[in-house]
């Protein structure tokens, strides 16, 4: 059988790989794979999802289910109310963090998380075998439902402290990177009684301020808005809203680990011998805190799937990526950008510490990630190469080189673009540095070569 799932989702070009008909049949498999019940849509800010929405619900309702259309809201949001509302299933139109030209979907199970590996090859050979639930006389209805946005927000502030927030006044910077984040974030944060800044706060979804991908290089209006406000915090979504990258009160960028450092720490000294799930490109500093409050520490393959369904079988308390996917199980085991802001906000209510005090309170974290345009036959040509130099390497997902516990280099291919994937860690900001270059010169000879 073929492979239609990436590491999260179905995504490509749209009207190339990723055309209406190809959508038709995917989504026709995918409700062959729900069988029944009544479906919940939502889609992000692309220019292409209002056209991708009307051919994803024709096919829910032709194969026999009724579905409710969310409208633009941001992932998260969607998943919640999956799960809030009592749908049967989501699906999601999204691309996250790719390019504008990309669009994609993501299924949703009726607990309001990613459907599992398991799920989506059983989609994958539906699609493939053309076996869907067709001929039905008894087709579906499609209607909007707007209660999806009150109920994520509310579900958001039932976690926290709401009248501790509300006394600090907090100002927060929000950097919405024109994505669906603009629906909920500054509700949520005028709901705490926070003053926000915001900027690219239009949803436009050729992603003109500063690309779909919060990183580090592209975050200086942020930074620099922080710093000309003297406000307490602030945060930059991605284009789905799912994850967040944080600066702090002196306006530097937080790595993914290290805002998960931070919030997993706060999240565990109140809830001690809890478990936490992360992958395996996550750095090493969190075996400390996770041990400081006598909690066990679960690593997964690289993806949301990934630590999502781990969580929910284990019941963890905290999962996260990386790359500012943050995950709060009492919430819902998705990552969430929403649910990470308000969880910051009430961990700076708790403390007299700024953000930047706090992170000086925590084990060192030096990690970096880059990446190489490749073709799938010089990934495998990376991966063999690396393999034969470095043959005790751990394997589970791409390649993992562990030099010493401190320090050690990732390579995989990314599931979602034409792309190899470098990850590390180091000792230091230096040896980081050299660490990656390091590798990253390796790389391109080995594909050169």
């Not at 799932?5 to 055309?19: K, P, Q």
């Not at 459907?115 to 699609?127: L, T, W």
């Not at 974030?185 to 003053?195: F, I, Q, R, V």
């Not at 999962?319 to 906000?345: K, P």
């Amino acid at each position: 059988m073929g492979k239609l799932f990436g590491t999260n989702g179905v995504r490509g070009i749209f009207t190339e790989d990723f055309n209406l008909e190809f959508i038709h049949d995917l989504v026709s498999s995918i409700a062959t794979y729900f069988q029944h019940g009544k479906i919940l849509v939502g889609y992000d800010g692309r220019d292409s999802s209002p056209v991708i929405v009307k051919t994803v619900c024709s096919a829910l309702n032709f194969i026999g289910l009724d579905c409710d259309v969310a409208g633009l809201v941001p992932t998260p949001c969607l998943e919640f109310a999956v799960k809030k509302l009592g749908y049967d299933g989501g699906i999601m139109i999204t691309a996250s963090h790719n390019p504008p030209e990309y669009n994609g979907i993501k299924p949703v199970a009726n607990d309001g998380v990613e459907i599992s590996r398991e799920d989506e090859e059983i989609i994958e050979n539906i699609y493939f075998q053309k076996k869907w639930n067709n001929g039905n006389t008894n087709w579906g209805l499609t209607k909007d439902d707007s209660r999806s946005v009150e109920s994520y927000i509310n579900g958001i502030l039932s976690q926290v402290n709401i009248s501790k927030i509300k006394s600090r006044k907090f100002k927060v910077v929000l950097d919405l990177g024109n994505g669906v984040q603009s629906v909920t974030a500054p509700k949520l944060c005028k709901e705490l009684g926070c003053e926000i800044i915001t900027i690219n706060e239009k949803i436009d979804g050729s992603f003109p301020g500063r690309g779909s991908e919060p990183t580090p290089n592209n975050l200086q209006e942020l930074s620099n808005t922080i710093i000309e406000n003297n406000a307490n915090i602030g945060i930059a979504f991605d284009g789905d809203g799912d994850r967040s990258i944080f600066c702090d009160n002196t306006g530097k960028v937080l790595s993914g680990d290290q805002s998960a450092l931070l919030l997993t720490n706060y999240l565990l000294n109140n809830n001690p011998k809890s478990k936490v799930v992360t992958c395996l490109n996550s750095g090493n500093s969190i075996n400390e805190i996770v041990q400081q409050n006598n909690s066990t520490l679960i690593r997964t393959k690289v993806g949301s799937v990934e630590v999502s369904r781990k969580m929910v079988s284990e019941e963890a308390l905290v999962g996260f990526e990386e790359n500012g996917g943050f995950m709060y199980g009492r919430h819902n085991y998705v990552r969430d950008g929403g649910m990470t802001l308000g969880l910051m906000l009430d961990l700076l209510a708790n403390t007299d510490n700024t953000v930047s005090q706090e992170i000086g309170h925590l084990p060192p974290s030096f990690t970096a990630k880059d990446k190489i345009s490749c073709s799938k036959g010089d990934i495998d040509k990376i991966i063999s190469h690396l393999l034969e130099e470095f043959p005790n390497s751990d394997t589970t997902d791409g390649l993992k080189v562990v030099i010493d516990p401190k320090n050690w280099i990732m390579v995989r291919p990314s599931g979602t673009e034409p792309i190899i994937r470098i990850y590390g860690e180091s000792d230091s900001e230096t040896n980081l540095d050299l660490l990656i270059t390091k590798y990253i010169e390796k790389i391109k000879r080995i594909v050169s070569s």
